[in-house]
């Protein structure tokens, strides 16, 4: 059970997003609903509505958690996809449709790697709707590969946004 030891306490940066129905509702009643299911969380985000990336049509309520618990990196992924089973998660297509989507994104320990798990997430620097939440709730925050703050790569992505829509 998280904080339940002695042990120090983490700060995690948790993604979450939905788009697709399932027993709690519209994706943005899914995102809420496991923002409760996930517990320890000491910021939340608002709820984004964002295009979807990939194959799926449906847009995606996204949103970002930080979080404060004892559990190592592999120990917290392993709580969040037990979180996804219960609400339905089913692995199928990438980028496809998904009820909801529970993602480590960063991790007050810097960077973690195994077979099973990154942190930094390795494509977070590049996702609007992971920035973009985050910025709301962790704007100074460093990424450990790149050393840039949240708020800096979302003005980084941006400027890459305005570029490519140039004629």
């Not at 700060?11 to 320890?40: C, E, F, L, W």
């Not at 509505?49 to 559990?71: C, Q």
């Not at 994104?105 to 985050?134: K, N, Q």
Request: proline fraction near 8%; include cysteine; charge should be positive.
């Amino acid at each position: 059970m998280p904080n339940s030891t002695c042990a120090p306490l983490s700060t995690y940066v948790v993604a979450i997003g939905s788009n697709r129905r399932g027993r709690h509702g519209a994706p943005q009643a899914q995102v809420a609903a496991a923002i409760r299911a996930i517990g320890d969380v000491v910021a939340t985000a608002p709820i984004f509505t964002t295009a979807p990336v990939g194959p799926s049509i449906r847009r995606f309520a996204n949103s970002a958690v930080l979080l404060e618990t004892s559990e190592d990196p592999p120990e917290l992924l392993a709580r969040l996809k037990a979180i996804e089973r219960d609400f339905g998660r089913r692995l199928g297509q990438r980028w496809g449709a998904r009820v909801i989507d529970l993602d480590i994104i960063l991790w007050s320990g810097g960077a973690w790697g195994d077979a099973g798990l990154t942190i930094p997430h390795i494509d977070f620097r590049e996702r609007r709707f992971v920035l973009d939440p985050l910025a709301r709730i962790a704007p100074d925050w460093r990424d450990p590969i790149t050393g840039l703050t949240v708020r800096q790569l979302v003005h980084r992505l941006r400027a890459v946004d305005q570029r490519a829509s140039r004629p």
